[in-house]
């Protein structure tokens, strides 16, 4: 069975990695002061094109540029949008992993005017990674990583939308979607031809506890997810056929620890079968994603990404278990409708999981490696 030619790749990966040491000391400079933000530009180039050499010497088909640029994986993006403001007010979240519990605070939003979009959100960003990959790694499609337009509503629900200015939610969804509607066509028109929309809201609501936080915030826990489905919808409706728009599910991911749990059971129905992507990026590296059977509702022409190699911490998984893993999935879809990758970003905040620089190498050339053996 031959590889794909488009994306996602057989062999693929969600998008964030480890930012190496030069650049978390350029950020720290930064920060203090010591250097100004050409200085931390130039740094950031400079560890792109690194990491662009070892997606590529990993033997992947597609590069991103790590999301060096970030400080985390939505929130650089959404307080971008206008409309959408930072606030004093920090949001606690409560964060699980294998050795205990750790709480961890993030920043709040406020939408306080009409949403909409002004600069193109990571614009600058693209076209370097764009032009770098042409050059360095000629041949690699560059995939640019985005948060759904589902992070700004569930972070706060309701009570961070100013009801002065949306005092219905209809009109807040439709300048949403339309502003993330505009910036698809304006990435588009640079070029990229592979973006993937980050989602942990789909993937949290399979949770009852989560579940009783959107009740708690005055949402509709058993409906939710059908807006959300609506909302990235409306985002990608008039993306060209040039651009393949994948999504990932995700259950948090904060120096290696994780938020939510539970199968895509409750919310597997109306998004495989609803959501308009060309593919989904679905956790499975633990009992915390679940089994394999809500994969039965994924429709013919839709392709999974099993997220079977952990990015949470650095222990090799066995190929052979992985690939017994691809088998039982290929029970509920067939073989040819899955790929492979590692469950989540290995750096989807600065901070970075617990795990070496050489780790994340090998794992992702046991991802390649693997793909090239299951599917040739």
């Not at 400080?71 to 050795?99: C, P």
């Not at 990959?133 to 690699?140: C, F, V, Y």
């Not at 997810?225 to 409706?237: D, F, G, K, M």
């Not at 990404?305 to 999935?329: C, H, P, Q, S, Y």
Request: charged share 30%.
């Amino acid at each position: 069975m031959s590889r794909l030619d488009i994306p996602p790749f057989r062999a693929d990966h969600v998008g964030s990695l480890l930012r190496p040491p030069a650049l978390l000391a350029a950020r720290a400079d930064r920060a203090a002061g010591v250097i100004d933000g050409e200085e931390l530009r130039a740094a950031e180039d400079d560890a792109i094109r690194d990491v662009l050499a070892l997606q590529s010497e990993a033997g992947l088909q597609t590069v991103t540029d790590g999301e060096f640029r970030r400080t985390s994986w939505h929130m650089d993006f959404i307080y971008a949008l206008d409309g959408v403001s930072s606030t004093d007010e920090k949001l606690q979240v409560h964060f699980r992993n294998a050795e205990g519990d750790l709480d961890f605070e993030s920043p709040a939003l406020s939408v306080k005017e009409r949403i909409s979009l002004g600069d193109t959100i990571f614009g600058d960003a693209f076209r370097f990674l764009r032009e770098e990959a042409a050059t360095s790694a000629p041949g690699l499609t560059p995939k640019l990583t985005i948060p759904s337009p589902n992070m700004v509503h569930y972070r706060g629900g309701r009570a961070s939308i100013d009801e002065k200015v949306y005092p219905d939610l209809e009109p807040f969804w439709a300048d949403l979607t339309g502003a993330y509607a505009e910036e698809v066509s304006r990435l588009a028109d640079l070029g990229c031809t592979y973006l993937q929309l980050d989602d942990t809201s789909l993937a949290y609501l399979n949770d009852p506890k989560q579940r009783e936080l959107v009740a708690a915030q005055g949402g509709d826990p058993e409906h939710q997810h059908e807006q959300y489905i609506r909302n990235v919808n409306a985002a990608i409706a008039g993306r060209p056929e040039t651009m393949r728009v994948t999504t990932h599910l995700c259950r948090g991911n904060f120096r290696s620890s994780w938020a939510a749990e539970g199968g895509y059971d409750f919310v597997a129905e109306a998004l495989f079968s609803g959501l308009e992507v060309d593919g989904f990026f679905l956790e499975y590296d633990d009992e915390r994603s679940g089994g394999f059977e809500p994969l039965r509702f994924v429709p013919a022409g839709k392709l999974v990404v099993l997220g079977l190699v952990t990015t949470k911490n650095g222990r090799l998984e066995d190929k052979d278990t992985l690939k017994r893993r691809i088998d039982e999935a290929a029970r509920y879809l067939p073989l040819e409708q899955l790929c492979l990758s590692p469950q989540c970003g290995f750096s989807s905040t600065v901070e970075g999981n617990v795990l070496t620089l050489e780790e994340e190498r090998a794992k992702l050339r046991l991802v390649v490696e693997t793909a090239a053996e299951v599917w040739g």
